[in-house]
């Protein structure tokens, strides 16, 4: 992983684009390649890919995640929907108050009622890497109609940095079409519906695939399972730009630890829909991937591994300097990054 590294507080943006005058596609993109590093804004996008390139982009939307409730003494609590586990339950982190701080006396069996007479039954800590010793819990939740409908109309954003509350619609992607994630798949934030003609005017494809973003347990710093789906022509489209020479770029990690998920060792990918526990580092390399759009991460995040596993430590160390150097911004609202390592060669199972 990258060396330890300061993230200065000033660098980290608390608010949208938008607030500090820019357009979506208008913050700042650091392409980071093995001969040198570019400078550029995200409109000029285009200028950096080639046509018969494929980006692969994460259709998921980004859910009004966090609740307010009660417990049965009538205190206060935060209730932040994580992510839906494969029996139907949910993986929920306790704050105690609006600056994230996390509960300590949540019990097995414990309810938390919610508005409109929902209501939260916690049924265990959730254990992750083999320790129970975590914030996240396992807990069923009872309400009428859909959890989606229910946290549009009652929930809010989970982002403990973002100054202000904005609306939903901050915080979701032109390619957002299924609501799902407890947390906005960020690297797409940056693309408009402009810039993407621009895109396919000049070549480059975009395909779909889905993936349903857990909030990561905020005391160890590793991903939970998440939910996706590979659909049949994205993976034949896939196949067919590898085997013409194209690159696929992922548009964030999120789609990238999709699309890894069905990558056989040589490359091919195939369509699949289920749960993934994937995590890329030093024992599991990229084998699909040649290229990956993404947000700048914090020192000791688990991205940080998977960015390595796609560009390699080297550049992917210098990026980071050069991004600190040159005070590019931090975190979901912040700046961007396209790294481009040199093609990598497979062999064949």
Avoid at 19 to 42: E, K, P, T
Avoid at 147 to 174: D, K, M, Q
Avoid at 288 to 310: C, F, N, Q, R, Y
Wanted: charged share 20%; glycine share 10%; net charge negative.
């Amino acid at each position: 992983m990258i060396d330890y590294f300061e993230l200065p507080t000033e660098l980290c943006a608390v608010e949208p684009p938008e607030q500090r005058g820019l357009a979506r596609d208008q913050v700042r993109l650091l392409v980071a390649q093995a001969a040198h590093n570019s400078h550029a804004r995200f409109a000029d996008l285009p200028c950096f890919l080639s046509a018969g390139d494929l980006l692969v982009v994460n259709t998921s939307a980004a859910l009004a995640a966090d609740v307010t409730g009660q417990w049965a003494d009538g205190r206060d609590i935060a209730v932040r929907f994580s992510a839906m586990v494969a029996d139907g339950t949910w993986l929920i982190d306790l704050l105690a108050s609006s600056n994230a701080t996390p509960a300590h006396d949540p019990a097995v069996g414990d309810r938390i009622a919610l508005p409109d007479g929902a209501t939260v039954t916690l049924l265990g800590a959730h254990a992750v890497g083999g320790s129970a010793r975590t914030r996240l819990w396992r807990a069923d939740v009872e309400n009428d109609g859909s959890l989606e409908a229910y946290l549009a109309r009652h929930g809010g954003p989970s982002y403990a940095s973002v100054r202000g509350r904005w609306p939903i619609s901050a915080y979701r992607t032109v390619f957002g079409r299924d609501p799902g994630s407890a947390e906005m798949p960020s690297a797409g934030r940056p693309f408009t519906a402009d810039l993407v003609a621009s895109l396919v005017s000049a070549g480059v494809g975009v395909v779909p695939v889905t993936l349903h973003t857990a909030a990561t347990d905020p005391d160890r710093q590793v991903p939970c399972p998440e939910w996706f789906q590979v659909p049949e022509a994205t993976a034949r489209l896939v196949n067919v730009t590898k085997a013409w020479g194209g690159r696929v770029v992922a548009v964030g990690t999120t789609a990238a630890r999709a699309l890894e998920t069905v990558a056989c060792p040589d490359g091919r990918v195939v369509a699949a829909t289920g749960w993934t526990d994937l995590v890329l580092g030093p024992h599991r390399q990229a084998r699909v991937i040649d290229g990956l759009i993404t947000g700048w991460h914090p020192p000791g995040a688990s991205h940080l591994l998977m960015l390595e596993a796609v560009a390699g430590a080297d550049l992917v160390a210098g990026a980071y300097r050069e991004a600190l150097s040159a005070r590019y911004l931090w975190d979901g609202f912040g700046d961007s990054c396209l790294f481009l390592p040199p093609r990598r060669r497979l062999r064949a199972s």
